[in-house]
């Protein structure tokens, strides 16, 4: 899709009616996400050759070799997706950011169509730092400007609300996302490592 023009897109805060749509956003956008991750770790040669080592380990047990070369997958699989858990408040939504006081902000195409979704939460222990979360875009927007509208706008709430800093964790298989928040000027200021790979980048902004 072309990239929409100004007066095409409104960012506003998320309705109560709009949750359902906003969760299901979010949830295709995690899934999607979760799968190329998990194919990412599994093709690491690392992680080829200690599921290589426990299958072999395993057929002195057992007396299916398919259930010795399937188990280490499948158990590396398991925990990668409890090291990716979410915390459970999407099936809450609307509640959770309107109780909190917390902001979650939607693009809505041509009036009525959300197409994308970015929240702002502070960041515990560091009084002067917020963090993005809940960035999404409907799969039929991508490459259209919506996630850099919802990038910019997002910075100026923060500053609008004192911060200093904004951060944002991004999984390394979302080339797209990556490559936004260098191209707005963030820098890489940490990550999470599973197996000795960086599986989550963090990037950071002084605003």
């Not at 109560?16 to 969760?23: F, G, W």
């Not at 915390?87 to 693009?107: E, F, I, Q, T």
Request: proline share 4%.
């Amino acid at each position: 899709m072309p990239t929409l023009q100004p007066d095409q897109l409104t960012i506003r805060e998320m309705r109560e009616d709009e949750a359902p749509i906003v969760l299901e956003l979010l949830k295709d956008g995690f899934k999607d996400t979760e799968n190329r991750l998990i194919l990412y770790v599994l093709t690491r040669p690392l992680a080829l050759l200690l599921m290589a080592v426990v299958s072999s380990a395993l057929r002195f047990f057992l007396n299916s070799f398919v259930v010795a070369l399937v188990l280490p997958v499948v158990l590396t699989v398991v925990a990668l997706k409890l090291l990716l858990w979410r915390s459970p408040d999407l099936r809450h939504l609307y509640a959770y950011y309107s109780a909190s006081k917390r902001g979650l902000w939607v693009a809505v195409y041509d009036e009525d169509d959300v197409c994308g979704c970015v929240a702002l939460e502070p960041c515990y222990g560091e009084p002067h730092a917020a963090e993005l979360k809940r960035l999404a875009v409907n799969r039929w927007y991508r490459r259209s400007g919506v996630g850099r509208r919802l990038l910019s706008f997002l910075e100026t709430q923060a500053r609008a609300q004192g911060f200093k800093t904004l951060v944002a964790r991004v999984s390394v298989v979302t080339k797209a996302a990556i490559g936004l928040f260098e191209s707005a000027g963030y820098t890489v200021s940490g990550g999470q490592r599973w197996l000795g790979y960086t599986i989550q980048q963090e990037f950071s902004k002084e605003l």
